[in-house]
């Protein structure tokens, strides 16, 4: 007789595959990105492709899981640097965390950078969640005189990004925490009081 979760009903084999499923997920994307084959990741998994079909449906649906956990984890980092006393350290934490976000998860970082509209209402509804909790860290930085008043909120999100490209250039070797020196560097460049104007707009955010 199968070995049932009496709350659910689901076989504990069921429960494991599913798990193993979403693990072997998100270490495919971290490493090779979102153009990841439903049988490399069923085998990385230890089960069959067609168990993969059977609990997700399809590769893409499996892939929006395991993106969504990924923003969730983001929310709750953002929520809790809200909640930091100083709002610059609050903001640093979390712009710190997000460019490690990136680095770690080659497959995050692509669709954080894709243009188009995000591919499920769901995704969109974490977009604008993560959008809004930038929007406040930046806001208490401002009303605390910590961040120089033409920084607006898109240009600190995209500050995460430049962690991305921070590794080697011109036979320097920047080393494993070379790009959190340049994340710093950029987020003590906006910092109040400011001395050189930004050229340019500000970053516009495409509607959704």
């Known amino acids: 007789m199968p070995d049932l979760d009496p709350a659910s009903g689901v ?8 798990r193993q499923l979403i693990i072997a997920t998100r270490e495919a994307i971290a490493a090779r990105g979102l153009d990841v084959s439903a049988l490399d990741i069923a085998t990385a998994a230890g089960v069959g492709v067609g168990t993969l079909y059977r609990r997700f449906g399809t ?5 929006d899981y ?10 709750d980092t ?19 965390e997000l460019a490690g976000a990136h680095r770690d998860s080659r497959g ?27 929007t406040q860290l930046t806001d208490r930085a401002h009303a605390a005189g910590a961040l120089r008043d033409d920084v607006t909120w898109p240009d600190v999100l995209l500050c995460s ?3 991305l490209d921070t590794d080697h250039c011109l036979g320097v070797d920047a080393g494993p925490d070379g790009w ?29």
């Open 66 to 75: 395991a993106v969504l956990g990924l923003y969730d984890e983001l929310c």
């Open 78 to 96: 953002a929520r809790a640097c809200l909640e930091r006393p100083d709002p610059w350290d609050g903001m640093v934490e979390f712009v710190l």
């Open 59 to 63: 590769k893409e649906a499996l892939l």
């Open 108 to 134: 995050l970082a692509e669709i954080t950078a894709a243009c188009e509209r995000p591919p499920t209402p769901e995704l969109a509804q974490r977009t604008l969640a993560l959008q809004e909790a930038v």
């Open 180 to 208: 959190r020196r340049v994340v710093m560097v950029l987020l003590d460049g906006m910092r109040a009081p400011a001395r050189t104007p930004l050229p340019g707009p500000p970053p516009q955010v495409r509607p959704a």
């Open 161 to 163: 990004r430049a962690a």
């Open 11 to 18: 076989r504990a084999d069921a429960r494991h595959n599913r």
